[in-house]
């Protein structure tokens, strides 16, 4: 029995449905909305993470647990949540792991877990985690959730930690970050472009590594999956070239940009739409490293990312498909 969290997320959805088709009798663990698929041999359970008994009860004889319940922001008011949900949430994943003899716990963290500085140098496995301060907050709480992974370890738990850069590509339901993003470019939301970047990976490369890692993964390693760095406006111009919608020619500053973003954000919010620019996401773009290495997890996982082109163009396409680029 393979277990997921955060099912109903888009990593964890894509991996659920992975793991049906390849014949494995999954429970699929939902929190805030219930089962977004129905396949054979996949059982669908409410739990959360915040709550240690139920995720007991959604382990119970499983052998391969895949923890990707987790809260992503880029909002500075979700802070609190993100703590708990990336923290506590790990902890009980933890102990329920441990308490209910899980052979092996696959933890999904996050290239934001890491130290990004120094920007010039490469980053790999061996850089060290995030400060606690002045980082945002989701990278501090994805460090912190990292050590509880690691204070499990040291209680005998078997776990591999994975570390993804910024997921895109189809079966987007949400959408999510930078599926957002291209939503938004066509439906022409998006006022303007930042100076800067990171790294992008497509989400179905990231699962193919997350079922290597449940067999080739070394127990307590973190492995990095990511592609390759690309800019705001790059990634704009690949949008345009698939929906012909024109992207915007302004290029902001980031200084300008941090300027900007509290009238951005309150613009959103009466808009009653996710916020596109805040202080924590102009941080991800200009803070970025863009020498990441996947070196580790193509050598041990098998992992072959595959061109950003063809993840904007899937997702497009899935997004056209599905009806979510409708204004």
């Keep these: 029995m393979k277990v997921v969290t955060g099912a109903t997320g888009y990593l964890g959805g894509v ?24 396949a054979p041999g996949v059982e669908w359970v409410q739990g959360d993470v915040l709550d240690r008994d139920s995720m007991a009860a959604a382990f119970e004889g499983a052998d391969v647990v895949f923890h990707l319940a987790a809260l992503v922001s880029i909002d500075p008011r979700d802070a609190d949540a993100m703590r708990a949900v990336n923290v506590e949430g790990a902890r ?19 290239i934001r877990a890491f130290n990004q500085f120094p920007l010039d140098k490469v980053l790999d496995e061996s850089r060290g985690r995030v400060g606690l301060l ?41 959408p999510t970050g930078v599926g957002q993003f291209l939503v938004d470019l066509q439906r022409r939301q998006v006022p303007m472009l930042i100076a800067g970047g990171f790294d992008c990976v497509d989400v179905r490369d990231v699962v193919g590594a997350t079922l290597a890692a449940e067999t080739r993964g070394r127990r307590g ?36 940009a941090r300027f900007w973003a509290p009238f951005q954000m309150a613009w959103d919010r009466l808009q009653a739409r996710p916020p596109l620019y805040t202080p924590d996401a102009l941080h991800h773009i200009s ?17 072959d990312p595959r061109p950003v082109t063809d993840s904007v163009r899937d997702a497009v396409r899935w997004f056209e498909d599905n009806g979510k680029l409708a204004a």
């Excluded at 690949?238 to 012909?244: G, I, N």
């Excluded at 970025?288 to 997890?297: D, F, G, H, I, Q």
Aim: a positive charge; proline letters at 6%; hydrophobic letters at 40%.
């Design 92 to 110: 009980n994943v933890a102990e329920a792991a441990l308490e209910c003899g899980v052979r092996r716990l696959i933890h999904f963290s996050s």
């Design 15 to 38: 991996l659920v449905r992975a793991l049906a088709d390849r014949g494995d009798s999954v429970r699929a663990v939902f929190h805030g909305r219930s089962g977004i698929f129905e």
């Design 287 to 303: 803070r970025s490293n863009r020498r990441v290495s996947s070196a580790k997890a193509r050598e041990e996982l098998g992992f």
């Design 221 to 256: 390693e973190k492995y990095i999956l990511g592609g390759r760095w690309h800019s705001v406006p790059e990634l704009a111009r690949l949008s345009e070239a698939v929906t012909r919608v024109p992207a915007p020619r302004f290029v902001c500053p980031v200084a300008l």
């Design 134 to 174: 002045p980082r945002p907050a989701y990278d501090r709480s994805k460090a912190l959730g990292e050590d509880e992974i690691r204070h499990g370890l040291e209680r005998g738990l078997d776990a591999v930690i994975l570390n993804p850069t910024g997921v895109l590509g189809p079966y987007d339901r949400g």
